[in-house]
């Protein structure tokens, strides 16, 4: 408390009184008996309390003692209180004796009372709280935290402490990392052991990153409490461990981002009095709002911390998706000494005194400096009034900064123009001159200009807009620098990221943000460290070029590259590209291709790569190319990224190069989006907590096979991203992936610390084969013959009776007939049509769902029924998946329905394009479906003929076909949002891929120009919904564990009951080149599954033609794919095939032997038209 009082940090903070627990609240752990008789340690003599202190482990006693405890525990709940009710952000508790050993029944390491475990409790009972997180960064393993919640999901303990195989105390094997937990809590207990000293702030913060983290996102905790034990800081003779003052803020400040900053500090160990003070009152500061510190460098995570983390990886892999995608490269071969820990051996007084220094340096008066001039908009197209980059993006975020008052709080810097001298920093003179030269051009001369560059419009105003966008940007980059401010952000156009040395490019002319670093370097006086990361949905290939050789700047850039199909089409922007001469392993490029990225695929990018390498790099200045064209709804993107990920990634990197870091504005094209997002970082900035991301899918399988190639190249460079997980060697094969609890061998038995046996079942030493546990959030009841998982939230039940484990629930506005015949004569478990192949549109109606159909009335709202399916999924046919998006941006959350459960209604297809055949063969198919929905009489469609057709009437000059998901957002022929894509100019396809697409009937991309007229925002949204209908199917996610089942099954709003979804395979895939001939030993369409055994929707894989199960049953063919990166499988239930990288059905003549073989052995027949 004096170092805090002499820090002025005291002042600053809520002071809450202090009060002794109750015995209720001591009972809510302890049992009445032990709490008794520490109760009696109060009148006890010196030679009793010795005596009974000699019966426990590390403990001393003293007349005060229970006092203290009971002291230290109300003090705790006294914050649960506050912090839970929203009376303040977060707490500090300075208290003792510490608690993280007490068992329930007695004492253990200094310890009487276990504050946490009653503090998480009595969350739980007194405020409801439902999932807590607790945090245990203490040097000595809290082995009784883990003992009390080993068998509870509703608690995720995490604990990082000293091991070394044992060897240190507690001596317990528990402590180690293949103790998950039990029961109910298997996967919820997270041990980290380091088994050797000296483990520094490389070690601890990569730890969080790479495991605490992606799990804690996950996990979703609602509140965090954190033991924090000091005695791992840097001169605590107990721990021998060199985390500095700075480590201990940055480990806050990550925490900070979880349960919407509801996180409790509560004091547990740490002896050297003054690293301990400086190690609290570093954690206090970063409570308090004030900016995180630089690191010490080198930062270097030693190679045994790397092992133990990986460790752990591999022993939580089953339970947690954010550890599945982590590759199991060869081990980089190090030199000698490389692999040393990150602080260097300094004398311990050194290494404290520059972290103090660092910690506690003087700040700025001001938090956010920002800068917007109205005059940027001067900058327009004359020729296109709807072009994306129109001038009111600039003005929509500032309007939307005022409205949340986030413009009282910044400090307001002056704009000013960029000279022709400080653009020749990253520009040519020769450039820059015929810039400005288009001041005085006519219209007709302008227009000219534009066309030599690629997808660039100009003005007269053009050269002074840029020139204004940049000098306001140097203006924000001096006060930071000069101590004004402390961060910053800029809202500035036209953007600059793709403009190169001597050519303008993708809507820019002057790379502000480069030259905004040159500025910084020049302004400074020396080659200062500069990080720019690049989150627009475009490659940055301007600022790429500038900084490739040069080991002073660090560019990472996330991006959507469609196997450089996507702008700005080059190679360049390939995960491979690492930089040139003394640059190489400074530029980081992650592309995304094949899939819709968002909030799951982002945030994994940060922790897995992104941070890691920035901590290592330790930039003096961050800054941000910050385009939001990768947020939901903009129509250029096509990525679902949420302001809350935004505030997310820029809390994140607040944490680098001492809280200096400058937002800077590039794209972005919907102005909803692009406001909120924009003004979620400002908020973040000023020191605002980061919402709560709700629940994420799990990453894309092609967005983590990118992170991995991005490691996979990068490790070579950066020593944080040497992680090396492997697959354990299982002892008994025959048992692996069985549950401990299912093993009926006799385990051999080890020693715990409570004096009982504990065989290594217990332990849960599981394989990783595992599948991953029910979320937390789930509860289950017996009803009458069945199960029911309840929803927590209280917004859905599902029923599972002892048959089958699914029944769904479908909502109709009237009864449904319980048979159906429609023109196909479709039945049963019978394929569609070949005509309906040949179409390429997949429809699947399941007769016998339909017959086994019950009906119960229910007075809603025009008398509505509901229909229980009670048929079990075994004969399930898996189809795509329709994202109900919201279309208001403020309504973030995607709800995914898998189209084969909902109701037969309203057709809405996909074309397939530069095919006006495919056009009238789904036309016709609409109408089969027509005359299928006359004959039940609770389902309405209405024509979707003429809807496609008032859709291409919209403009003249649309493009009358649409393209696959995977593909369309990639090619300039489809307008888009009212406005043309970012184009490359005579842009063509390779004369391989043209040949390839004749052998293989291939659609190829459209030549991309820029003359393609523009379409109005319904259109979109229409075109949109269309594209959403191609999903998950046999899953990259599980839908049914992350989705509310009265959402899943008719019952959102945003849904219209009685709709028809068709799903449009792809004619063509890039991973098509994988499949395999048909094994010489055949088919097996009646083979289980390889890992588990179950007859229900098996799937084979094409390349190995290994059997595995689907996601409806325990997703064995989705693990089986993330291992070995095997995309295309086939349905034994239905003949269809799935592609896990494009995320869609694929129908292509290469795929035509295999589905011909299966269907002859499961029908004996050859399919229709198979020659």
């Given at each position: 408390m004096e170092k805090i009082r002499q820090y002025g940090l005291l002042e600053r903070c809520v002071q809450v009184q202090a009060r002794a627990a109750t015995e209720d609240e001591l009972l809510l752990v302890h049992s009445q008996e032990y709490m008794e008789l520490m109760k009696s340690t109060q009148y006890m003599s010196e030679p009793e309390l010795k005596s009974l202190a000699d019966t426990y482990d590390s403990i001393f006693l003293h007349p005060k003692f229970y006092e203290c405890a009971c002291l230290a525990v109300g003090s705790v709940l006294q914050l649960v209180d506050k912090v839970v009710s929203a009376e303040i952000q977060n707490g500090l508790a300075v208290v003792r004796p510490p608690g993280h050993h007490a068992y329930w029944e007695k004492m253990n390491g200094y310890s009487m009372f276990n504050n946490l475990a009653i503090a998480a409790n009595y969350a739980k009972q007194n405020h409801g709280v439902e999932r807590i997180l607790i945090v245990d960064w203490d040097v000595h393993h809290g082995q009784s935290l883990q003992y009390i919640f080993e068998d509870d999901s509703s608690i995720l303990y995490f604990s990082i402490h000293r091991y070394e195989h044992g060897e240190f105390w507690p001596h317990l094997p528990e402590s180690d990392s293949q103790a998950v937990g039990i029961g109910r809590g298997e996967g919820y207990n997270i041990n980290i052991p380091w088994n050797k000293i000296g483990m520094g702030d490389a070690d601890y913060i990569t730890a969080f990153l790479q495991v605490l983290m992606p799990v804690a996102y996950e996990f979703r905790p609602q509140l965090v409490l954190v033991a924090a034990g000091y005695d791992s800081a840097v001169g605590d003779i107990k721990g021998e461990m060199q985390a500095s003052p700075s480590c201990f803020a940055i480990l806050t400040h990550l925490l900070m981002s979880l349960a919407g900053g509801k996180v409790i500090l509560s004091l547990e160990g740490g002896y050297n009095l003054q690293a301990l003070a400086e190690g609290v009152s570093a954690s206090l500061k970063i409570l308090l709002g004030d900016p995180c510190p630089r690191l010490a460098v080198p930062f270097t995570p030693c190679q045994s911390a790397l092992e133990s983390i990986c460790a752990t990886i591999m022993a939580h892999r089953p339970y947690w998706k954010g550890l599945q995608n982590f590759s199991a490269d060869k081990p980089v071969e190090l030199e000698d000494g490389e692999a040393a820990s990150a602080i260097t051996k300094k004398e311990f007084a050194e290494v404290l005194q520059e972290s103090v220094a660092e910690v506690f340096r003087k700040l700025p008066s001001e938090r956010t400096a920002l800068v917007y001039d109205e005059r940027m908009k001067e900058h327009y197209n004359m020729w296109d009034s709807q072009h994306p980059e129109l001038p009111q993006r600039i003005s929509c975020i500032y309007a939307q900064h005022e409205s949340q008052q986030l413009t009282e709080h910044c400090l307001r810097i002056p704009v000013r123009s960029a000279t022709e001298e400080e653009l020749q920093m990253c520009h040519s003179l020769k450039y820059i001159q015929t810039i400005k030269s288009t001041v005085d051009m006519k219209a007709r001369d302008l227009h000219r200009q534009s066309d030599e560059y690629i997808s660039i419009y100009l003005s007269p105003k053009t050269y002074d807009c840029a020139l204004l966008a940049t000098g306001s940007t140097f203006n924000v980059v001096e006060a930071i620098l000069t101590g004004k401010a402390q961060n910053g952000v800029a809202i500035v156009r036209p953007p600059g990221h793709h403009a190169e040395k001597n050519m303008a490019c993708g809507f820019c002319f002057f790379n502000t943000v480069a030259l905004s670093a040159r500025y910084a370097q020049k302004l400074m006086g020396y080659k200062m460290k500069v990080m720019i990361l690049d989150w627009d949905i475009h490659h940055g290939n301007g600022t790429q070029h500038i900084f490739e050789d040069d080991p002073s700047v660090l560019y990472v850039s996330l991006h959507r590259y469609d196997h450089g199909l996507f702008f700005p089409s080059s190679e360049d922007a390939n995960y491979d590209m690492v930089g040139r001469g003394e640059g190489e392993g400074f530029n980081i490029n992650i592309p995304w291709s094949n899939g819709r990225m968002g909030n799951p695929e982002y945030i994994s990018a940060f922790l897995r790569v992104v941070m890691p390498v920035a901590y290592e790099f330790g930039p003096e200045l961050v800054l941000v190319s910050a385009g939001f064209d990768a947020a939901q709804g903009d129509p250029l993107g096509g990525y679902t990224v949420t302001p809350e990920a935004y505030a997310h990634m820029t809390h994140m990197l607040s944490s680098l190069a001492g809280g200096k870091v400058i937002v800077v504005l590039e794209g972005g094209y919907n102005l909803t989006s692009i406001s909120e997002s924009m003004s979620m970082c400002t908020w973040t900035l000023l020191g605002g907590t980061p919402p709560d991301l709700g629940r994420m899918k799990t990453p894309h399988l092609s967005a983590m096979q990118s992170i991995s190639n991005v490691i996979g190249v990068h490790r070579k460079y950066w020593s944080s991203l040497r992680l090396q997980v492997t697959e354990?060697?299982?002892?008994?094969?025959?048992?692996?992936?069985?549950?401990?609890?299912?093993?009926?061998?006799?385990?051999?038995?080890?020693?715990?610390?409570?004096?009982?046996?504990?065989?290594?079942?217990?332990?849960?030493?599981?394989?990783?084969?595992?599948?991953?546990?029910?979320?937390?959030?789930?509860?289950?009841?017996?009803?009458?013959?069945?199960?029911?998982?309840?929803?927590?939230?209280?917004?859905?039940?599902?029923?599972?009776?002892?048959?089958?484990?699914?029944?769904?629930?479908?909502?109709?506005?009237?009864?449904?007939?319980?048979?159906?015949?429609?023109?196909?004569?479709?039945?049963?478990?019978?394929?569609?049509?070949?005509?309906?192949?040949?179409?390429?549109?997949?429809?699947?109606?399941d007769q016998e769902h339909l017959q086994k159909s019950t009906v119960v009335q229910e007075p809603t709202e025009g008398i509505r029924a509901t229909v229980e399916l009670a048929k079990s999924l075994d004969n399930h046919k898996p189809a795509g998946q329709v994202t109900a998006r919201m279309q208001s941006v403020g309504q973030r959350t995607e709800e995914q329905v898998p189209t084969d459960q909902l109701p037969v209604g309203q057709g809405s297809v996909e074309q397939i394009p530069g095919s006006q055949e495919n056009v009238e063969q789904v036309t016709a198919h609409t109408v089969s479906v027509e005359r299928l929905s006359a004959e039940v009489e609770s389902i309405t469609i209405s024509e979707l003929k003429s809807k496609e057709a008032k859709a291409r009437e919209v403009s003249p000059n649309q493009s009358k076909t649409s393209t696959p998901f995977c593909m369309s957002e990639s090619l300039s022929s489809v307008p888009v949002g009212g406005a043309r894509q970012k184009v490359k100019s005579n842009a063509s396809v390779s004369k391989e891929s043209r040949i390839k697409a004749k052998e293989e009937?291939?659609?190829?991309?459209?030549?991309?120009?820029?003359?393609?007229?523009?379409?109005?925002?319904?259109?979109?949204?229409?075109?949109?919904?269309?594209?959403?209908?191609?999903?998950?199917?046999?899953g990259w996610s599980n839908v049914l564990r992350s989705v509310p089942f009265c959402q899943l099954f008719g019952n959102d709003v945003s849904l219209e009951s009685g709709t028809l979804y068709a799903v449009t395979p792809l004619p063509w895939c890039p991973h098509l080149e994988t499949v395999h001939p048909v094994p010489s030993s055949g088919l097996n369409v009646l083979q289980t599954c390889s890992d588990c055994g179950t007859e229900r929707e098996n799937w084979v894989c094409l390349v190995c033609y290994q059997v595995y199960c689907g996601r409806y049953v325990n997703e064995h063919m989705l693990m089986h794919g993330l291992s070995t990166g095997h995309l295309l499988v086939l349905s034994y239930t239905d003949l269809s095939v799935w592609c896990y990288g494009c995320e869609s059905y694929v129908h292509n003549k290469v795929l035509f032997e295999v589905q011909n073989t299966a269907h002859r052995l499961k029908y004996g027949e050859h399919m229709a038209g198979f020659n």
């Open positions: 354990p060697v299982a002892e008994d094969t025959s048992i692996q992936g069985v549950t401990p609890a299912q093993k009926t061998s006799p385990s051999p038995e080890v020693k715990s610390a409570e004096g009982k046996h504990r065989s290594s079942s217990e332990l849960h030493m599981s394989p990783c084969t595992l599948s991953l546990p029910a979320s937390p959030e789930q509860t289950i009841k017996q009803t009458d013959g069945s199960l029911t998982f309840h929803d927590l939230s209280g917004s859905s039940e599902q029923v599972v009776d002892d048959d089958s484990f699914h029944q769904m629930k479908l909502t109709h506005k009237s009864v449904m007939p319980t048979e159906v015949q429609t023109s196909e004569q479709i039945s049963g478990d019978k394929e569609i049509s070949d005509k309906i192949i040949a179409s390429s549109v997949q429809i699947y109606v009937n291939e659609i190829l991309p459209v030549a991309e120009t820029e003359d393609k007229a523009v379409v109005s925002n319904p259109v979109f949204q229409e075109k949109t919904h269309q594209e959403e209908l191609l999903g998950e199917a046999t």
